[in-house]
């Protein structure tokens, strides 16, 4: 007797939920076959010509700049997260890892806007570093920060820590003490017991942060917005301004299916790797 | 170089760049809250004096507190939708199998990879398909799928520490299965469905992109209001409305951190 109590009534409202999700891809998907009508929000007649367009050189060029702001963005967020990441897992005092762990999460949940905000402040021609630096008397005229490739990525790698450094501490707490203990007391020293023990195993840590961190900024939008200012432009850019400032419905809809596809394919590339990594170190 | 010298030195090479590392990531937030108090419209650094102008702008303008009462709304419905769907779902993907599990739990975990102008622009075309463009309807839909991953992980992990025995002792006493799941498995789930519908509250009231495509005047919420703001005006009525915000994210972080175990719930502390 298979008795399944509740199984229908629990089953759905998550099926209208993932109903709801998919009518919207769908619609997403039909617009981006759809000829414009300029004057109109309703789409025209069937037409690959949307997808034709992606291939000019102004798009192909926005293209290339996401993939590199999101690669260096990686980068860095990598290089930053990892210290801080020990830290929180290693600092002996209590106190100190709870100042990390606030220090350090609190940017996650302040939302996207105000976080951008902050950074509009602390780059501007009269912002802080500006001010700061002129102060100081190192710079004579302010330095062109906002409104740069710079600038955002400084943004978004500030952005990107939070999630990274989870990732990389939970990685970090599942190495065992005694294999760091065990390589010092064979005469290891400090560096070589970090190179040769402790990043080794924690690979798989740093690839699923690589792989969460790439594909959530090339799908960034608020920071390019305001921080690029228009000058700098990611493919989440260009959606908003055919979907919401031209109202070119289908053009709009092919370009966040091509960011859909390029989110959802980076994964798909990289998963595979970390999922061997992960076998290799996992304790037999 | 003696022993002590170099493990000195080591650490002050760690500690140091560690020290310069959380400066970065928290000097936005220092430069918000430093703002906020300034009393003049341009930016200055540092400040001239002290004022508290900027907030009294900010708790009056219409535009912030419309938004901040329909993010309210918005947050409230949908948290507490995709507390239901996604505790329910989460018993299934816990208790049962089924065809089409894993192709349901794909779909309903995606809008974390989607990008959030993708499902945005997507619930937009819902939107109005549906003839929903102007209500909250289809704002609360879009915010109850984006969240909705959270809550399901969130309930599950707690599904996955419930003592089989408990529920199988219940109902061997002779509970029906709807008294045991309401007098022994929804008290065991509590802490997990509170601490998914509260980063589900928290991650709706934040929410911007998706949001942006949504909401229309009338149905926008704060982070949408605010964007509109920072594109029309440059004085620091953001940075005061901003920096509430900073400290009642950080205060509500060091009392989850007090409560619950920030570093237990993120499974980051040492064995």
Redesign the interface.
């Known amino acids: 007797m298979r008795q399944r109590p509740f199984f229908l009534a629990f089953l759905l409202p998550a099926l209208l939920a993932a109903g709801l999700f998919l009518a919207a891809l769908a619609l997403v998907l039909q617009y981006s076959f759809r000829s414009f009508i300029p004057g109109s929000l309703d789409p025209g007649a069937f037409t690959l010509e949307n997808f034709a367009r992606l291939w000019r050189p102004i798009y192909l060029w926005v293209l290339l700049d996401t993939f590199t702001i999101s690669l260096l963005t990686t980068v860095f967020t990598l290089l930053l997260s990892y210290p801080v990441a020990y830290a929180l897992v290693r600092a002996r005092r209590d106190w100190v890892r709870t100042l990390l762990v606030v220090l350090a999460l609190t940017p996650l949940f302040t939302g996207e806007i105000v976080r951008t905000y902050a950074w509009i402040l602390v780059l501007g021609s009269d912002g802080f570093v500006n001010s700061l630096l002129e102060g100081l008397g190192v710079i004579a005229a302010p330095l062109a920060m906002l409104y740069t490739r710079f600038g955002v990525v400084v943004a978004l790698v500030q952005f990107s820590m939070p999630v990274m450094i989870v990732l990389l501490a939970t990685a970090i707490s599942h190495v065992d003490n005694d294999c760091e203990r065990a390589a010092a007391n064979l005469g290891a020293r400090p560096a070589t017991v970090f190179w040769r023990v402790t990043l080794p195993l924690t690979m798989p840590g740093i690839v699923s942060g690589v792989i969460v961190i790439f594909a959530w900024t090339m799908s960034a939008f608020s920071t390019p917005q305001l921080i690029g200012g228009g000058k700098v432009l990611m493919i989440s850019n260009l959606v908003y301004l055919q979907g919401l400032s031209s109202f070119n419905f289908p053009f709009a809809a092919a370009l966040s299916l091509v960011a859909l596809v390029l989110a959802v394919g980076s994964l798909a590339l990289l998963q595979p790797a970390a999922k061997r990594l992960e076998a290799k170190v996992s304790p037999r | 170089m003696s022993p002590i010298f170099a493990a000195r030195l080591?650490a002050a090479l760690?500690?140091g760049?560690?020290g310069l590392?959380?400066l970065?990531?928290?000097?936005?937030?220092l430069?918000?809250v430093m703002?906020s108090f300034s009393p003049s419209e341009?930016?200055?650094?540092p400040p001239a004096g002290l004022s508290l102008r900027w907030y009294a702008r900010a708790l009056s303008y219409p535009d912030f507190r419309n938004g901040f009462a329909n993010g309210l709304i918005v947050t409230t419905f949908a948290s507490t939708a995709a507390l239901?769907?996604g505790s329910?779902?989460a018993?299934?993907v816990d208790r049962?199998s089924?065809r089409g599990r894993a192709a349901?739990e794909a779909?309903?975990s995606?809008?974390l990879?989607?990008?959030?102008?993708?499902?945005g622009?997507?619930?937009?075309?819902?939107g109005?398909?549906l003839g929903l463009t102007r209500s909250y309807a289809i704002v609360i839909?879009?915010h109850?799928?984006l969240v909705?991953p959270f809550v399901v992980r969130s309930v599950y992990v707690s599904l996955k520490n419930i003592d089989p025995r408990l529920e199988r002792a219940a109902a061997n006493l002779g509970a029906s299965?709807?008294r045991v799941?309401a007098r022994v498995t929804l008290p065991l789930l509590l802490p997990g469905m509170a601490g998914g519908w509260l980063i589900a509250a928290?991650l709706s009231?934040?929410?911007?992109?998706a949001s942006?495509?949504v909401t229309e005047a009338r149905t926008q919420t704060l982070?949408v209001a605010?964007?509109g703001y920072?594109r029309e005006y440059s004085d620091p009525t953001?940075?005061a409305i901003?920096a509430l915000?900073?400290i009642a994210?950080?205060l509500?972080?060091?009392l989850a951190?007090r409560y619950l175990g920030?570093?237990r719930i993120?499974?980051?502390?040492?064995?």
């Open positions: 080591r760690f500690w760049p560690v590392i959380l970065y990531m928290t000097i936005p937030a430069v918000v703002t341009l930016l200055e650094f239901a769907v329910a779902f018993y299934l049962y089924f349901l779909v309903l995606s809008p990879i989607v990008p959030h102008f993708t499902t622009f997507g619930f937009l075309l819902l109005a398909e839909a879009a109850v799928l909705l299965p709807g799941l928290i009231l934040t929410e911007f992109t942006l495509y982070p605010m964007y920072i953001i940075a901003s915000l900073i994210t950080t509500l972080m060091l951190n920030l570093r993120l499974a980051i502390d040492a064995h």
